[in-house]
């Protein structure tokens, strides 16, 4: 069964940063685009990056020239680093394939505020 653990989520001020981690279990996710979403309370989910198994990335244009994103296929580990972050960027991350078909993990919370 597929699993998703997502971890370095914390408080930072306006302009700070933070690097998100994704730990796969049950799935060789080198086959397949991967991807990091965010719900911010009272809206849906949204995707803001994601990655294929060529490297290729896309992300959201809230997100664009802030943030970026990698994997590493050996360790099935994903990555999103997160520089000059705005208060409305915060939301609890998560990580799941393009498609978000596999069950999710409970995701990490960003908080930023000053």
């Known amino acids: 069964q597929v699993h998703f653990v997502e971890s370095g989520g914390g408080l930072v001020q306006p302009g700070g940063s933070l690097t998100l981690s994704c730990a796969v279990s049950?799935?060789?996710?080198?086959?397949?685009?991967m991807a990091w979403y965010r719900q911010a309370p009272g809206q849906s989910r949204e995707r803001v990056a994601s990655?294929?198994?060529?490297?290729?990335?896309n992300f959201a244009d809230a997100v664009k020239g802030r943030f970026t994103v990698s994997r590493d296929d050996v360790k099935n580990m994903m990555y999103l680093q997160m520089n000059n972050l705005k208060p409305e960027d915060t939301a609890v991350y998560f990580c799941?394939?393009?498609?978000?078909?596999?069950?999710w993990g409970q995701g990490t919370q960003v908080t930023v505020s000053s």
């Open positions: 049950g799935v060789t996710h080198s086959n397949n685009v």
């Open positions: 990655i294929s198994k060529t490297g290729g990335k």
């Open positions: 799941n394939n393009l498609g978000g078909n596999w069950p």
